[in-house]
């Protein structure tokens, strides 16, 4: 039978390889302990496959086989271990840095990925999201990190993650500011259509639908807004559009209603004031006896009970109606609807009034409490 020769030399190699710590050894083992030495100093120097992983095994028998021997004996090999501990440690390291080092610049990539250009392109299942960035921020404060990230790597690293980071709030911010610019576009489009709409209020539903159409963009556009940076050159110009075409929106309601929300409002108010006729009249408040004497609802109104629904009244009407800052009833919904009339003359001068009620019966109280 022919002797494959091949198979003859690396044979005992891997015997070698694969039993040598198996073995028992015995307790100060010189033999065994300078096998050992020669072996993993030539696996390890040779860089063959395993090298480093017998060397690590090897090490903790070569301790093993010292024990016992005399200090003479010993300190040769101990030397040797030593310095081949030390090679180890230090390729251990490196090559524990270079696995983390992997996984860690490919989570990196995948957060980078989320602002290269093209990305929105990729394949939705292939495609970086936010919580890329955040595992990738997450893994640099690891423990791993701090081991094997010095100090340069990690500072690179948090630069480009911070880098990232703003890199998504500007998109976000172009992406938010081109949905508010069509909005607003949107109002410049259908404000010629309200201007001719207004010259004939008579046929009101067209108009009051158009109104309330701009109304409605006009507000998703101003919410948008303030989500944004103030200081962003971009959000300023969508702003001061805003503003200008709100204003025109503004002129030509308040022009178009305004009498009919006068009418609305004269209403409401002498509704609300029907239970406060005549209040004027009660110019003396409670004396001693009658306080003493009196129910708890004739002391809460100060024997007023006609000027405290008069500035009650007057509270909520001006609270609900115009949001002027005085106390509106709990729930009282909306609040300011009729804010943008104020301009107006004559709504003017019937809120001047109110108010004006409202102060005067607000100190005669105060005299009487």
Do not use: C
Not at 179 to 202: G, H, W
Not at 262 to 271: A, F, G, I, N, V
Not at 346 to 362: F, H, N
């Amino acid at each position: 039978m022919a002797i494959n020769w091949r198979l003859r030399r690396t044979f005992p190699v891997f015997v070698l390889s694969a039993g040598l710590f198996a073995l028992p050894a015995v307790a100060g083992d010189v033999g065994h302990a300078q096998r050992t030495l020669d072996f993993i100093e030539r696996e390890f120097a040779g860089g063959t496959p395993g090298g480093l992983r017998h060397a690590q095994e090897g090490i903790e028998q070569i301790k093993e086989d010292l024990v016992g021997l005399d200090e003479a004996t010993k300190a040769p090999l101990a030397k040797r271990l030593d310095e081949i501990e030390k090679k180890v440690e230090a390729a251990t390291f490196a090559d524990d840095r270079a696995r983390y080092m992997r996984t860690f610049t490919r989570k990196m990539d995948a957060a980078k990925d989320l602002i290269a250009p093209g990305q929105e392109n990729v394949r939705l299942a292939f495609r970086s999201t936010p919580e890329d960035l955040e595992r990738a921020e997450k893994e640099l404060q690891s423990d791993d990190a701090k081991k094997f990230l010095n100090a340069a790597e990690r500072q690179t690293a948090v630069d480009q993650l911070a880098a990232i980071r703003q890199g998504l709030g500007e998109r976000a911010v172009r992406q938010q500011a081109s949905s508010i610019e069509e909005r607003i576009k949107a109002v410049e489009q259908a404000f010629p259509e309200l201007v001719e709409a207004a010259k004939d209020v008579n046929n009101g539903s067209q108009f009051e639908r158009k109104a309330r159409n701009i109304s409605e963009d006009l507000k998703a556009a101003a919410a948008g807004l303030k989500e944004l940076p103030s200081g962003n050159a971009r959000v300023s110009e969508l702003a001061a559009r805003l503003i200008k075409v709100a204003d025109a929106y503004n002129v030509v309601v308040v022009n178009a209603l305004a009498g009919a929300v006068l009418d609305e409002l004269q209403h409401s108010w002498k509704e609300q004031t029907e239970d406060a006729a005549e209040w004027n009249e009660e110019i003396i408040g409670p004396t001693l006896v009658q306080y003493v004497a009196a129910p708890n609802s004739l002391i809460k109104t100060l024997n007023s009970p006609k000027t405290v629904a008069l500035v009650t009244a007057a509270d909520s009407w001006l609270a609900v109606n115009f949001a002027l800052g005085y106390a509106a009833p709990a729930g009282s919904q909306p609040v300011g609807e009729y804010k943008g009339y104020l301009g107006h003359p004559q709504i003017k001068a019937l809120v001047d009034e109110v108010a004006k009620q409202r102060e005067l019966g607000a100190s005669r109280l105060a005299k009487f409490a």
